[in-house]
């Protein structure tokens, strides 16, 4: 018997929804139901961070170290939790709400009677969990690495082994932590947008950390929303998402994630305008300046107006003030708005950009060269400083 029907098993005896987490507190199974009070209930017990069960409910009523059923007293119904066990190891719990009229009395005998049993399936639940994990690593690694033989194998085996949809379209997220943040964090991101995603829809998906990175493919476009509700999590605010667009086939799945790199390379480099999650159809001109040696450009190799202008007296200022010109197409009144300055000062400014520079910034190529000298400066962290 497997832990799905072990669960189904047990529901369908006490007459109530029922799910089964591991020591993470991560759905390993739950019961299924066709009647809408038992659907409704079975949502809210799966629904993430508002479920009843929670990490501080377990330590306040000690359920950890509980040897029996521990009934916590809640708003809209009791919720009965009891630890699942397999050979004196902690391995998870199994619970349900009480909203029951008439429960029976042997109701936690009979849960009690089935731990040993779900516990034994629950450790080989984890086992095959570790597996797949290691397996989806490896087989990650391979497909998005350099040998196209090695790719297409590990497509075909990702398929075979029923780990990702085999579908004509697939992009992949790029997730990483700060440097100086813990690499956990990175793998909690994964770990949370496998576990979102498993939770709110059926698509299989995979992911696994590879280095500093974590990865996960889908096999369809990545939705913004979805994206933002799975990295909602406390201390996953500082992680940098990228993502690729999409591409026909599984074995070129390595462009997607090529690009889903360079986007939140972008991130990394100018905060500011992109956030914490960036699509690699928003870069822009960008996506060409992201595969530029930006960490060996010297100040030296820029135009002679951009190096004036990095170098220049009030160079942050009057940098600032080009490029925001030049991003209104050279439109004075549209400028300012963005520069959040009068018309005036905005003349006043250009003026000085025109001392400092030694060119004519209404000719068409001085303008191309300021615009995209500017731009790489900045990626390149070559931006001037107060």
């Known amino acids: 018997m497997s832990l799905d029907d072990a669960v189904q098993d047990l529901a369908d005896r006490l007459g109530v929804a029922l799910v089964v987490v591991d ?3 991560r759905i390993a199974a739950f019961s299924v139901h ?4 038992r659907l409704a209930r079975l949502a809210r017990l799966l629904a993430g961070s508002t479920a009843p069960l929670t990490k501080p409910l377990v330590e306040q009523h000690r359920v950890r170290q509980a040897r029996h059923g521990v009934r916590v007293p809640q708003d809209d119904g009791e919720l009965v939790v009891l630890p699942l066990r397999h050979e004196q190891q902690l391995l998870g719990y199994v619970y349900y709400v009480e909203d029951r009229d008439t429960p029976r009395a042997d109701d936690l005998a009979v849960l009690e009677s089935a731990a040993p049993e779900m516990g034994a399936l629950l450790s080989l639940r984890i086992s095959d969990r570790r597996h797949g994990t290691e397996n989806s690593r490896q087989l990650l690694a391979e497909l998005l690495g350099e040998s196209p033989e090695k790719r297409a194998e590990a497509a075909g085996k990702l398929v075979r082994d029923n780990l990702i949809d085999d579908v004509e379209h697939y992009s992949v997220l790029v997730l990483r932590a700060p440097d100086s943040a813990p690499r956990s964090i990175t793998r909690l991101a994964v770990e949370a947008t496998l ?12 992911g696994a950390v590879l280095g500093a990175e974590g990865i996960v493919l889908f096999p369809r476009p990545v939705n913004r929303d979805r994206l933002e509700r799975a990295l909602a999590g406390p201390g996953l605010e500082v992680v940098v998402a990228g993502v690729g667009s999409v591409r026909p086939s599984l074995a070129q799945a390595v462009d ?14 100018d905060p500011q305008r992109y956030g914490k999650r960036v699509f690699w159809d928003e870069l822009g001109l960008d996506r060409l300046f992201l595969q530029l040696p930006l960490d060996r450009l010297t100040p030296s190799q820029f135009p002679d107006g951009v190096r004036r202008l990095l170098d220049a007296p009030h160079g942050v200022e009057l940098a600032a ?7 209104s197409g050279g439109e004075i009144q549209s400028a300012a708005r963005r ?7 905005l003349y006043y400014r250009l003026d000085r950009i025109r001392e ?17 000298g500017l731009r790489i400066a900045r990626l390149a962290g070559l931006w001037p400083h107060e």
């Open 195 to 206: 576990e979102f995603t498993t939770r709110s829809t059926t698509v299989k998906i995979v």
């Open 34 to 37: 066709d009647t809408d009070a």
């Open 23 to 25: 020591h993470d507190l």
């Open 339 to 345: 520069l959040r300055i009068h018309r005036s000062t």
């Open 256 to 269: 997607s994630y090529h690009e889903a790199r360079l986007a939140q390379r972008a991130s990394r480099l």
């Open 321 to 327: 003030t080009l490029e925001g010109y030049l991003d």
């Open 356 to 372: 400092v520079i030694g060119c004519d910034i209404t000719d068409g190529s001085i303008r191309l060269e300021l615009h995209a």
